[in-house]
Structure formats: structure tokens, C-alpha cells
């Protein structure tokens, strides 16, 4: 069976199906409190790159140093990815995440808080300045997390959210959110974020719309990308497309 996205079909091609959450849960692919390792395989995602190969990282490869937080396992190595299909998939230099209707956390305690983020390897504390590029391409919107400067004990600094409609919000964690892109369905946009450990900047499409600061005193940050719903229930299938991710790359043009 083949069929095509909803929210921009014009960006993806899906081949095969995918099996309900209730339909996993009853089957034990996921068990309540578990860490899988054994991970769920989805239908597969192809995406037209000839209509994304113009945009400012189009020709960057998916960066190698990177983990997956899905339902069911917080730090999956890059070896086992393929095993979370249903998640997380690789086309070319863009990485498919992707939620259904209903899914919740699964591997402990926590309530809601369905996800799939990639999270890069390299960690700082307060200091050197660190950049994450990339462009988005929203598929099927959702309200969720797309992006977050995460430090492990003092939580995110500064994050990038989508809603219903494919809005875009910056989301400070000291001061006042702002709507940064509006209706944003299929339209590629072009993300830079800078960090310090202390200090952040926010561009987009190549425009400074956000800045600020976060005291992190302990632990490390890193970055985290992808699709987070903390408290709120899955209410649809989600799908976004991160294309050309890159973290401390010379080529960044945006």
C-alpha cells in the first residue's frame, strides 16, 4: 500500500501502514515501565528532496554523533535507529519524526510526555559559544517542542514550538514567548541557534528574532531536536522533516 502525507503530501511517499498504539501496546511491542531495546518498525517514509535541495543546508549530511529519545528508550546509539522506524526514519540528509494519535511515554512513570528528539553527543557547560543549523519542513503540525537547548539537571534554556496551525513560537525560558512564523505547513524554514551555556540566540531564515540568557551552574546542555509533547495528549499523527542538521559547521549560511 502506498499513500501520501496529509498535512504537505507533496513533500513525502509512504509505503505500508502503521499499527495503532493500542494496537502495540496489546500486541507487548511496548510494555508500561519498560526501556525497549528492541524498538518498533513503521511504514517507510520517502521524501521528495527536489524540493528542498535549493535550501541553505540541502547539501549538509545527517550529523553522526547524535542519540534518539523515543517512548520507549531515552538514549538509543545511532547503530540501533533502524530499529525505531516507526519513529524516526533517514532520507538522504533529512531526518522523519513522526507521532501518532494516542502514544504516551512509555519506559517509566511519567504521564504523557510522548517524543522523538535527536540529541547531539557534545555537551558544554558555561563558556564556548555552540551553534545547531537546520531546516524544518512541517508535515502534519501538532503542538509540540521542535527544538531545545536542553541542560540535564536545570531542564531547557530556550526551545522552539509548533502548534495546531504549523505556528512557530520561540519559548523563552526567562521572558516573553513570541510568534516568530506563522501557518508554516509546508514551507521549509531555515533555524540557527547559538548557546553559551548562559547566553542563546534564536535566527530564523537568516533574521536574529529572539535572544536571552538561562543560568545553567550545574551539569551540561546540549541540543535537542525533534518533536517533545511534555504534558498534552497525541490528538493526531505529527510528522516534521529536519533537513541538513549540522552542530559547529563551518558551511552554515543561515
Sequence with gaps: ???????ADHFVKQTGTDKTFEE??????LEDGSRSTAGVKGSKVEVDESLLKDGPNAARNIPKAIKLHTLGNSSIPRGDFARWSRWYQEDGNTQIFRLFKGEVNM???RKMAARVEAFSDLKWEKGDWHEWVGTYTIIKPHGAMIFQVKNHKHDWGVALGMDAEGNVKLNHRRGE????ATKMVGKPFHIRVRDNGHDYEVYLNGELKG?????????TTSFRWGMYLGASEAKSDAMILVTGAGIDVKDAKE
Excluded: C, H, V
Design 211 to 219: 535572544k536571552g540568557a538561562f543560568a545553567r551552574p550545574t551539569s
Design 107 to 109: 519506559r517509566n512513570s
Design 177 to 180: 514567548d513570541a510568534t516568530i
Design 24 to 29: 502495540l501496546k496489546k500486541e507487548g511491542a
Design 1 to 7: 500500500m502506498s499513500s501520501r502525507g496529509d498535512g
